[in-house]
């Protein structure tokens, strides 16, 4: 398994601490296969197809069932009756101007005249000229992303779309090439990542024994950026995340034509543009020099003490209530397994990385995963204990 060319460059550890922990990390992508595999497998099979319309050109309705995943209304667009997705959804009351959560609380009610309301409220607002923010709602035009009947995206027709199966290939063939190995694959309905590390252990503080790799990821529904981020997986607990954004492209290219089938050729450039450069990032963020200043990184973290209420003062407003509860209490216990040791950066790092692999909802993993990579790298500024 272990590749000692591979680990010549590297400052690779050989402590007792980390011959223990080698075993983890063999589990670990023993453990990983499976996920990456249905990754690729949902990557190459939920395909969107697409549709620009006009605001006018939809025609909106509701249903008799809540089915779990979907906001039971439906959107005909580019002549076809579809259900909308509770991210869509949001995106439409976005662009509206329509409170969100009210728009959401009205089309999961088992009341039917609830849901016909949303649906009224939706039909009104694009089919009519309603301006929001210098816009005619109902002239200008949109991108519908759909996969199987179901609006998952509802998008500026501005929106560069990016293929991800070739970017999802490209990702995989260079770490194949350096040799790093996929260890996890998450796949929601809107977002998919896919993790993968150098079967090696690193130590850049005493006992505090990981592995390093790379995450991609990508929305084909305006869920977040094309990403390729540095990570980091800390062995003895299973606390990850991700460190720094090595590739973040914004999903804003030129204007969609009316007939989509013509814009498919801008869509194999921009995705041929993002594949060409993913394989030069993967190499440079795994190379020797990308993973000793990630290593940098969590020394100065660890050596940065701080106390909770300065952690809490700068990442408060965007945990919840429950979530910074329970980052607080890892961080003012004993736990010295699950978490760093000393009352550090490092240690707040790892107190939003523990709540991240208790959170059901993989979409808020992700999320409190880079938020925990932003404490670490500072990122989010941590004033530093006197």
């Known amino acids: 398994m272990m590749h000692h060319h591979l680990g010549a460059d590297y400052a690779v550890a050989s402590s007792e601490a980390a011959t223990r922990a080698r075993s983890i990390m063999e589990e670990k992508i023993a453990r990983g296969k499976a996920s990456a595999e249905r990754l690729w497998e949902s990557v190459h099979s939920a395909v969107p197809t697409d549709a620009v319309v006009r605001g006018r050109a939809m025609q909106f309705g509701y249903g008799l069932d809540v089915e779990h995943g979907e906001a039971p209304i439906t959107v005909t667009a580019g002549g076809t009756a579809m259900t909308i997705h509770r991210h869509a959804l949001q995106q439409l009351a976005t662009k509206a101007g329509i409170p969100g959560q009210f728009l959401s609380e009205l089309v999961a009610s088992p009341d039917a005249w609830r849901r016909e309301l949303a649906a009224r409220i939706l039909g009104d607002h694009y089919g009519r000229a309603t301006v929001v923010q210098g816009e005619d709602l109902s002239t200008s035009r949109h991108l519908v992303r759909a996969v199987g009947g179901q609006v998952r995206g509802f998008l500026s027709d501005h929106y560069r ?13 260079a770490c194949q090439e350096l040799q790093a190995v996929p260890v996890e694959g998450i796949v929601t309905d809107t977002r998919v990542a896919l993790k993968a590390f ?92 990308g993973v000793s200043a990630v290593l940098d990184s969590i020394r100065q973290a660890d050596e940065k003490k701080v106390e909770w209420k300065a952690v809490s003062n700068l990442i408060g407003r965007r945990l919840l209530k429950d979530e910074l509860k329970l980052a607080r209490d890892a961080f003012e216990s004993d736990d010295v397994i699950n978490l760093p040791a000393a009352k550090s950066v490092w240690r707040a790092s790892n107190a939003i990385s523990w709540i991240a692999g208790k959170v059901e909802d993989q979409d808020r993993r992700l999320d409190l995963e880079r938020l925990a990579g932003a404490v670490l790298r500072g990122k989010v500024e941590v004033e530093a204990a006197a």
């Not at 970017?167 to 063939?173: P, Y």
């Not at 204007?255 to 194999?268: G, Q, V």
């Open 161 to 173: 779309r990016l293929d991800s199966r070739p970017l999802l290939e490209a990702f995989a063939g």
């Open 198 to 289: 150098l079967p090696m252990v690193f130590e850049p503080v005493p006992n505090e024994v990981m592995c390093l790799g790379v995450e991609w990821s990508n929305s084909d529904f305006g869920a977040g950026k094309h990403a390729l981020r540095t990570f980091l997986f800390r062995l003895w607990c299973s606390n990850g995340a991700t460190v720094e954004d090595a590739l973040s492209q914004v999903h804003l290219g030129a204007r969609l034509a009316d007939n989509i089938e013509f814009s498919d050729r801008t869509l194999y450039h921009d995705t041929q543009a993002q594949v060409g450069a993913l394989g030069d990032v993967v190499r440079g963020a795994l190379g020797p020099k």
